[in-house]
């Protein structure tokens, strides 16, 4: 029960959050202008770039949080590995911080594709986004310490809170006080400072601090594991940062600030693919980490099968509500036809891509409980290899379509040749199960019901639909009704469904 009311939480803060970050875009875009907006993307693209100086430390701090929740690490270790974790955040964020003032007056000169703005200006507010990532980057070991403790509900409220003060509370200064992107950074630093504010606050209440007499050293054997797994973790973690915003960083020199504004805009509205099924994965993650600390390998497994199985559902059936309804809302979302068509296909095609990235993802679950990161590393790299050698030629030969036509094709390859090996680390016949008892049966069933809303002219139908709070009610209806069917045709999940009906029926 607590499993499905922390997913629940999640899944909706996450929703949430990403929505308002979508939906808000229009406006700024009105208020900022191209340009100005492409300097709020490009902070963005810092702020999750920044994962880089991570090397596994997040990762590592929420499995031992999990693992000292489920009563398998002794308080001393795990107080000793939260302090030394903490000074290690604090330096690097710190070098972080340093690193973009340093690089401000360079990357305003030399990188950015400057048209209307001086490069003075964007220098002095590229040192205030330094400000901004040092706070965010913060919060992220807070996050981590709050999650693997199971506080998943609270930290999904606080996101409530912070994405409106984030996204919502500054429109109104665009509105009424004619407010200009340098008003925007300052204010995001204000917001950020309450975010951290309130995850310290929460962390010392979950968390209170102990006098320990003796507190281990890094250089102590009690370390040598968790270590080799902070290390594996953050080289995982390193390159994928790497691989998620290998398209955007390259776009950001080879497009003009104007067109990768566009680009960001695209690639962000794509984004409703992992919005929709990256909380269910990272909610489960403490919750499968405990059960193979304990040695319940065998229902982590079946955790695990089930989360694929759903995956793929949720997956395919937002890309079938996406075709279907995708440009009517990019066009209802902006107010132009013009719009929508300059990034329809862009983001069509990445959504498809997503949601094979999404599928992808469930696997690392058991990497992570398990502590079995090498493969990961490996396959990882050799993705990043191949984006960064393809991108360039994507972006130069069909602009930003052509880098969505390099992600997808790179994502489809990761699933037939890299997921194989590693899920082959647990059970043998696991991807055997997933691919022709899940992925191949849902999908000939997403194509038929593709054709049969084709033959129905469904996207005719949509573009009827004028009002857009009444086209986003009918395509959240019809993606409510064809995940419903995906998941019943499951015999996994129609259980948990049934279950949940005949429990829901039985108290009311």
């Known amino acids: 029960m607590q499993v499905l009311k922390n997913i629940s939480w999640n899944w909706i803060s996450q929703l949430y959050l990403a929505f308002a970050g979508i939906l808000v875009i229009p406006v700024y875009m009105h208020y900022l202008g191209p340009e100005a907006y492409g300097l709020v993307a490009f902070m963005l693209t810092l702020q999750a770039l920044m994962s880089l100086l991570d090397i596994g430390l997040s990762s590592s701090l929420s499995r031992e949080a999990s693992r000292f929740h489920a009563g398998v690490s002794e308080s001393r270790f795990f107080y000793s590995f939260v302090m030394i974790i903490q000074q290690l955040f604090v330096l690097s964020g710190l070098l972080i911080a340093f690193s973009v003032v340093l690089a401000a007056d360079h990357l305003s000169v030399q990188w950015l594709k400057l048209e209307d703005l001086e490069p003075a200006y964007v220098s002095y507010l590229l040192k205030v986004v330094g400000l901004v990532v040092f706070l965010k980057w913060l919060s992220v070991y807070l996050r981590a310490i709050l999650f693997g403790l199971d506080d998943i509900v609270w930290v999904a409220k606080l996101t409530l809170v912070v994405a409106t003060l984030r996204y919502l509370a500054v429109i109104p200064f665009f509105v009424l006080c004619n407010a200009t992107v340098e008003f925007y950074i300052w204010f995001q630093l204000g917001v950020q400072l309450v975010e ?3 995850l310290a606050y929460r962390k010392q209440q979950k968390l209170p601090s102990i006098a320990l007499t003796e507190r281990y050293k890094l250089t102590d054997p009690v370390f040598h594991t968790p270590i080799k797994f902070a290390l594996s973790a953050g080289i995982a973690t390193i390159l994928w940062v790497m691989v998620s915003q290998a398209d955007r960083f390259i776009g950001s020199t080879l497009l003009s600030l104007s067109d990768y504004g566009l680009f960001h805009v695209a690639v962000m509205a794509a984004g409703v693919v992992v919005i929709v099924t990256g909380p269910i994965v990272q909610t489960l993650q403490p919750k499968v980490t405990s059960l193979v600390a304990s040695g319940q390998h065998a229902q982590a497994y079946r955790l695990v099968t089930m989360l694929f199985d759903f995956m793929v559902c949720m997956a395919l059936a ?3 509500c996406v075709y279907f309804f995708g440009f009517e809302i990019l066009k209802a979302w902006q107010g132009q036809a013009e719009f929508a068509n300059s990034i329809s296909d862009t983001f069509i095609i990445y959504c498809a891509a997503n949601a094979i990235l999404a599928v992808n993802s469930c696997s690392y679950i058991l990497d992570y409980a398990t502590g079995r990161i090498r493969l990961r590393i490996a396959s990882t790299l050799v993705m990043l290899l191949f984006l960064l050698f393809l991108l360039p030629f994507g972006f130069l030969s069909m602009g930003m379509k052509g880098a969505a036509w390099v992600w997808f094709g790179v994502n489809l390859a ?11 680390q647990y059970d043998r016949k696991m991807y055997r199960k997933l691919l022709l008892g899940t992925l191949c049966p849902i999908l000939i069933l997403a194509l038929l019901m593709a054709l049969t809303a084709e033959f129905f002219q469904l996207k005719a139908f949509a573009a009827t639909l004028i009002n857009p709070a009444l086209l986003v009610m009918v395509g959240a209806a019809f993606w409510v009704a064809i995940l419903m069917i995906f998941c019943i045709s499951k015999e996994s999940l ?12 039985e108290r009311t």
């Open 414 to 424: 990761y699933l037939f040749v890299c997921q194989p090996l590693l899920l082959r």
């Open 494 to 505: 129609r259980v948990v469904i049934l279950s949940k009906l005949s429990g829901f029926y």
């Open 196 to 198: 951290t504010a309130s």
């Open 318 to 320: 937002t890309v079938v």
